[in-house]
């Protein structure tokens, strides 16, 4: 897919709690598939950046934040489902 916009991402995520390291994966595996050369992700652990998780309301982990492009959107949960998830960033579902 090509795109023209950097598409910049937060992940809170729990320390190694299992559901936030698949999410991790998960995100890492979407964005090397769906937006090569055109994602940043930023990790932030709720533990050592709580004042941040509070600024952002996050209230739950692993949550993923889509900073830009557009507007923000937030999913929380493992990103699993690869469609679901691209339809929910509000990305196109059918993408390769």
């Given at each position: 897919m090509k795109q023209s916009s950097v598409f910049k991402f937060r992940?809170?995520?729990?320390?190694d709690a299992q559901n936030s390291?698949?999410?991790k994966a998960n995100?890492?595996?979407l964005c090397a598939t769906y937006l090569p050369d055109c994602h940043e992700i930023e990790v932030l652990d709720v533990f050592h950046d709580q004042q941040r998780a509070k600024e952002d309301n996050i209230f739950m982990t692993p949550t993923l934040l889509k900073l830009a492009p557009d507007r923000e959107r937030r999913i929380v949960g493992t990103l699993s489902q690869t469609q679901a998830v691209l339809l929910a960033l509000g990305l196109d579902g059918s993408l390769p």
């Open positions: 992940l809170y995520m729990a320390g390291l698949l999410a995100l890492r595996a």
